[in-house]
């Protein structure tokens, strides 16, 4: 699992950041977007007409908060108040 882009989330959007990340080999998923709850960090995939295009389990999602959180830490790009 590994993350492939990540930037700065739009303005208003919420989010820590948005990230392309490589679930596994083959399986990508785009315009993820790693987002600060009352239950910890959680990863959402992008919406079509109001229901959700990709869906993760806890541990996948744990996994991919886990690595985006890290390049948010390292990355200087990321606006880390756009949230």
């Given amino acids: 699992m590994r993350i ?3 930037r700065s989330p739009q303005a ?3 989010a820590i950041a948005r ?3 490589e679930i596994a080999p083959g399986i990508r998923a785009y315009g993820l977007r790693l ?3 009352k239950a910890g960090l959680r990863v959402f995939g ?3 007409r109001g229901g959700s295009a990709v869906t993760f ?3 996948i999602a744990n996994a991919l908060a886990a ?3 890290r390049e948010v830490a390292r990355n200087d790009s990321i606006e ?3 949230a």
């Fill in 46 to 48: 992008p919406s079509i």
């Fill in 12 to 14: 208003g959007e919420g």
């Fill in 57 to 59: 389990s806890p541990d």
């Fill in 35 to 37: 987002v600060q709850s």
């Fill in 19 to 21: 990230f392309d990340a």
């Fill in 80 to 82: 880390h108040s756009a």
């Fill in 67 to 69: 690595i985006a959180e």
């Fill in 4 to 6: 492939l882009h990540i």
